[in-house]
């Protein structure tokens, strides 16, 4: 596998199930990140994530939960979602990050989770 | 803090015609800015980069934008359409804090 990967490429769930989205890049990155990408709206910055610390959270509601247990693995764990949820969620990394603020880098991004909340 | 305006949320052009996509930013310090490309089912892929080493920055595909400082503009172009060009293309700015526009949907008539 080469570049940015996430799993499952499709999700539905319904609104008192838990999951998780799984990204993975190989590109020796030290920072990455979680964007929604809504129809008709701009990418939303979710979290960022430099040297496996988390160093921005943009007001994300707490049933959105990241995980990085290292700095090849980025997890977004799901619950008691709502269907103001459904969206493409995107994950991105870059070979560096300024501590606090997303990298100036170039941004590597995965094919997305398209996730449904019925 | 920075911002991104992209003109016109749908552009349609015929094959072989020109490509122009407008942006237009807001930057309290020098800004980097980004051209991403999307297609279909996929995640966004770098087009081009300006980081203030030449205002004319050439992109893959085919692609280039002009930094324009005093418009504050950063538009993307190609010369010539082509089928393959249709997606959907972001521009970004960032000093720091990178934020995208809300995207433009090129499509390509034959």
């Known amino acids: 596998e080469t570049g940015v990967t996430q799993t499952p490429r499709h999700l539905v769930m319904g609104m008192t199930n838990k999951k998780s989205l799984k990204c993975e890049q190989h590109?020796?990155?030290?920072?990455m990140y979680w964007y929604k990408q809504s129809a008709k709206k701009p990418l939303e910055l979710m979290f960022v994530?430099?040297?496996?610390?988390?160093?921005e959270n943009n007001s994300v509601p707490s049933r959105f939960s990241p995980e990085c247990p290292n700095s090849s693995h980025l997890f977004l764990h799901l619950h008691t979602l709502q269907p103001e949820d459904s969206a493409l969620y995107l994950c991105?990394?870059?070979?560096?990050?300024?501590?606090?603020?997303?990298?100036?880098?170039?941004?590597?991004f995965g094919p997305g989770t398209r996730l449904t909340v019925l | 803090a920075q911002s991104v305006t992209q003109l016109g949320s749908h552009v349609s052009v015929s094959e072989g015609a020109l490509v122009l996509l407008r942006c237009n930013y807001s930057?309290?310090?020098?800004?980097?800015l980004f051209w991403y490309v999307q297609y279909p089912n996929q995640g966004l892929q770098l087009l081009l980069k300006?980081?203030?080493?030449?205002?004319l920055v050439k992109g893959i595909n085919g692609f280039e934008a002009e930094f324009k400082k005093s418009e504050t503009s950063f538009h993307l172009t190609k010369p010539s359409a082509h089928m393959s060009d249709a997606a959907e293309y972001f521009c970004?700015?960032?000093?720091?804090?990178?934020?995208f526009g809300a995207g433009t949907r090129l499509t390509v008539k034959p």
């Open positions: 991105a990394s870059s070979p560096s990050g300024t501590s606090g603020i997303p990298s100036t880098d170039t941004q590597y």
């Open positions: 590109l020796g990155h030290n920072a």
């Open positions: 994530y430099n040297f496996k610390e988390q160093t």
């Open positions: 930057s309290s310090v020098p800004p980097y």
């Open positions: 300006y980081t203030s080493a030449a205002t």
């Open positions: 970004a700015v960032s000093g720091g804090d990178m934020r």
